[in-house]
């Protein structure tokens, strides 16, 4: 469940504390959490209403100035869908979301750095397309603020796919959504110094010196 960026600040203080959804079915349920650009959200209550029991206090609480702006913005129903009836989203800001604090730790130990590194390589290996993950990190270190599409289109990934990839990294702290695209972490930023590190300290393979002789 997204929420526009003009909502941000009220869902941050407070004041927007409903939305409505039309849904084939429910993305989220009563009890459970979900994560925001401001923080974690609690769910209280998910239900299905008539469009004509909403009205005005339930448009300012979902932050709108009239219940004819909010149906306004709206998607239209789904061809089957009952256009009388919407999801009533009930809910309030639990916290901060943990991802942030994550995100900003950057002074890496050795065993938090091959532990993450260990979970890339253990996406990676689940991956059928192969290693995916340090790839996908250098690109938007190169790239930030660029569109997911584009992207996607340089790394040869689906849109939708390639967004899927990235919240698996942001579930490790390592990127941030930007109002266009992404960026490292500080985090993130660490990681990737460290491989260059851990690559530059690596032993290389070296074949016998000029005039040595051969060992066979």
């Not at 941000?8 to 989220?28: C, E, I, K, Q, Y």
């Not at 809910?91 to 091959?114: M, V």
Request: aromatic residues 4%; charged residues 30%; proline residues 8%.
């Amino acid at each position: 469940m997204l929420f526009p960026a003009r909502l941000r600040p009220a869902l941050a203080d407070g004041t927007v504390t409903v939305a409505f959804r039309r849904w084939r079915r429910p993305t989220v349920r009563a009890g459970g959490t979900l994560r925001s650009p401001v923080g974690v959200l609690a769910i209280d209550a998910v239900e299905v209403v008539p469009v004509a029991a909403i009205d005005d206090a339930d448009a300012r609480a979902a932050g709108y100035t009239s219940v004819a702006e909010l149906l306004a913005d709206l998607r239209p129903p789904a061809p089957g869908q009952d256009p009388a009836t919407v999801h009533r989203i009930a809910f309030h800001l639990l916290g901060q979301d943990p991802r942030i604090a994550l995100r900003e730790q950057a002074d890496l130990s050795p065993a938090e750095r091959d532990e993450l590194r260990a979970r890339l390589e253990r996406i990676d290996a689940r991956s059928r397309r192969g290693p995916w993950t340090e790839a996908t990190l250098r690109l938007i270190a190169d790239r930030p603020g660029i569109r997911a599409a584009d992207l996607a289109e340089a790394a040869g990934r689906e849109t939708l796919k390639f967004k899927a990839d990235v919240r698996r990294l942001k579930e490790l702290g390592l990127t941030e959504s930007l109002e266009v695209g992404y960026r490292l972490s500080p985090r993130g930023q660490a990681l990737l110094r460290a491989f260059g590190e851990m690559r530059r300290h690596a032993p290389t393979a070296r074949g016998p010196e000029c005039g040595a002789p051969s060992q066979e």
